[in-house]
């Protein structure tokens, strides 16, 4: 299996343009997570879905946050629009529900 | 504040060391897991232990709960450089969501 594959891997951009981070869970699992991490803030918890629907969106900072999962095999989590706060590494996880979670590569953003 | 905090928050110890990392948290959880965080890479899932487990072993690795301290402890015996990272725990508060704690970073030296 491939693990979970997140893309891009780097991501630049200007402030005030949407940015879009995709995920592909490994096949089987039914939950999938996004989270941000920073050195600040650590690792936190910005949403996660089971079976497709999503469960608790509690962390997701602000409506500029939006994450969808159209079906198993992909997610996206979408800033629009992005600020320098948003800067972190992102990293998307995908677990059958209460076992141990398998993290992709992460998406290194920086908003300029 | 954080379910999950670690102490220390930095380890440096020379190789053949044994490392020991320890973790609290506040809420009841149904297991608690460590991961391994290598640096600008994600995290490696080490070992789950339940919530009715005391003692876990996985090679090097020994993890041990108490749930009547809400804590746990990570020991990772005869260390080597490749050991070198940070290591979290996550508490399972229920429906598999975690909550990671801040981490150790651990220096192996050779």
């Known amino acids: 299996d491939a693990g979970v594959i997140q893309s891009p891997r780097h991501e630049v951009t200007e402030m005030g343009q949407e940015v879009t981070l995709r995920c592909k869970p490994i096949s089987g699992h039914n939950s999938l997570f996004w989270y941000r991490q920073t050195m600040m803030r650590g690792l936190e918890l910005l949403i996660y879905f089971n079976n497709n629907v999503p469960i608790d969106d509690s962390g997701m900072p602000e409506d500029r946050f939006s994450a969808k999962m159209p079906n198993a095999s992909f997610s996206t989590l979408k800033i629009q629009p992005s600020e320098p706060r948003d800067s972190a590494v992102y990293f998307c996880?995908?677990?059958?529900?209460?076992?141990?979670?398998?993290f992709g590569p992460g998406t290194r953003l920086t908003v300029t | 504040s954080q379910q999950g905090e670690e102490d220390p928050q930095a380890l440096s110890i020379q190789e053949g060391e044994n490392a020991t990392m320890n973790c609290s948290y506040k809420t009841s959880i149904n297991n608690l897991q460590w991961y391994r965080q290598n640096s600008g890479r994600g995290l490696v899932h080490l070992i789950l232990?339940?919530?009715?487990?005391r003692e876990k072993h996985s090679g090097r690795l020994r993890v041990t709960l108490d749930t009547s301290k809400k804590s746990s402890s990570l020991l990772i015996t005869a260390s080597r450089a490749a050991d070198t990272a940070s290591y979290f725990c996550a508490t399972d508060i229920g429906g598999g969501k975690l909550i990671f704690g801040q981490g150790t970073e651990l220096s192996v030296k050779p």
């Open positions: 232990i339940r919530s009715n487990e």
């Open positions: 996880a995908s677990s059958l529900t209460g076992r141990e979670q398998y």
